[in-house]
């Protein structure tokens, strides 16, 4: 989130790598009508295809090169075993055919992943200029119903507060932040399955601290990079970097409703969690909003179970499960509009509706950055605009430069099969 290609080899000189070269220029035809049926015009969609199928052709030749010479054979010289493709040839690995001469399987595969990593960026694209108009108008209706508060505060940074009170990914999760659960709590948490609040006694809190939750009110907003372990994390392997471990945060947020539904504080505990939210999505990051949105929605559970005991609820503010899901659904799925390959003009478009801008311009721009080469259109300048103009923090988008570009393999394994389903699929009819 390849396939590799594959050839068979021949026993004339000649003949053994012609079949490759055809093979690989009528599959190269093919994909140049693919590309144009997305959307490439016809000059464009050629240009890969022309290049890949030099490079086709210079396998040849190269193979040509390092066979010995031998006799002239018939037109109609019988075959001999076919040499089957490995399954996952490495880079640059050779195979030999029956009569000595060798077909470099990495150029073909680089070349297969080449073609489908501009396939899927080219059909992504398609999506965003079709959907566009859709996506934003369903979010204007998520703005005349808010689910959550828009962050509005920057003078006051959690980072040097959570710091040592956060746990973060591997690598970096040792040592771990002072609120670490140890595995023996997180275990019996996960056991409790739905509706955990309920079933969390005060034994399984012994010994926790819950008053950062409080102290954390002070603060405005949490920036990602500004202090803690991710401060001079190179960000390279962008799809791979760590991030904060917000489980454990998600898990602290059940825990102070659990007690609050026995100790009777539950106005005080949304607020708490729901700022804890709040700040999460400042981070800059579509994980971070994806979380904040899912803890909102552990308020709102707190609340149906509150009201269903018999508990005064007043004051508590409601937000539909409706308006949380679509509130999902547009976040996440708004990065995918920026992406490589999408029209300019598309990403400005959809810049003035995304629901969570910032995220979602980090998320892209560190996609352009590592995939830009495999698509018509590369927007890491114009992300970097936009973000400015939206006022995003620069630290995480200066990360996303440094990045290291994707081999043709190493992007079509991070690029999702599916990822001409995933406008579709977030954007709902009329």
């Not at 030749?61 to 019988?78: K, Y």
């Not at 992504?124 to 808010?146: G, I, M, S, T, W």
């Not at 909003?289 to 609820?313: C, F, N, P, S, W």
Request: charged fraction near 25%.
């Amino acid at each position: 989130m390849g396939v590799p290609g594959g050839a068979k080899g021949d026993s004339g000189k000649s003949r053994s790598m012609l079949p490759v070269v055809i093979g690989a220029l009528l599959l190269l035809a093919f994909v140049a009508g693919v590309l144009w049926m997305a959307g490439w015009p016809a000059s464009e969609a050629a240009k890969p295809v022309a290049q890949a199928a030099q490079d086709a052709t210079q396998v040849a030749a190269d193979a040509r090169a390092e066979t010995p010479a031998s006799p002239a054979r018939p037109a109609l010289a019988p075959s001999v075993a076919p040499v089957a493709m490995p399954s996952a040839e490495p880079q640059g690995a050779r195979a030999r055919s029956a009569d000595g001469g060798t077909v470099d399987f990495g150029k073909l595969n680089a070349l297969h992943n080449t073609v489908e990593v501009a396939r899927r960026l080219a059909a992504n694209a398609k999506n965003a200029d079709e959907y566009v108009d859709r996506f934003c108008e369903q979010v204007r209706r998520l703005h005349e119903k808010p689910g959550m508060p828009d962050p509005t505060g920057n003078e006051r940074d959690a980072a040097e507060f959570m710091a040592p009170r956060t746990d973060y990914e591997a690598p970096l999760d040792k040592p771990p932040g002072s609120l670490h659960l140890n595995d023996e709590l997180r275990a019996r948490l996960n056991g409790y399955g739905a509706d955990s609040m309920l079933k969390i006694t005060e034994q399984d809190v012994q010994g926790l601290d819950f008053t950062w939750m409080t102290q954390l009110l002070a603060f405005d907003h949490w920036t990602l990079l500004t202090a803690g372990k991710l401060k001079d994390w190179s960000f390279e392997d962008w799809f791979n970097s760590p991030i904060p471990n917000y489980s454990t945060l998600s898990w602290y947020a059940k825990m102070r409703f659990a007690m609050a539904l026995r100790h009777g504080d539950l106005l005080q505990a949304s607020r708490e969690v729901r700022h804890l939210a709040d700040l999460e999505r400042t981070q800059g990051i579509v994980i971070g909003e994806m979380v904040a949105i899912a803890t909102y929605g552990v308020d709102q559970r707190a609340r149906e179970l509150a009201a269903a005991a018999g508990k005064d609820v007043t004051g508590w503010p409601v937000i539909e499960q409706d308006t949380l899901r679509l509130q999902r659904q547009m976040s996440f799925g708004s990065f995918y509009f920026a992406y490589p390959g999408v029209k300019p003009e598309t990403v400005r478009k959809v810049a003035g509706c995304m629901p969570a801008p910032c995220e979602a311009l980090n998320e892209a721009a560190g996609a352009n950055k590592v995939l830009g080469a495999y698509a018509e259109t590369n927007n890491l300048d114009l992300i970097g605009e936009l973000a400015k103009a939206k006022g995003c923090e620069q630290a995480v988008l200066d990360r996303a430069r440094t990045a290291k570009e994707l081999t043709s393999g190493e992007a079509l394994d991070e690029l999702l099969d599916d990822l001409d389903q995933q406008i579709p699929q977030r954007v709902t009819p009329h």
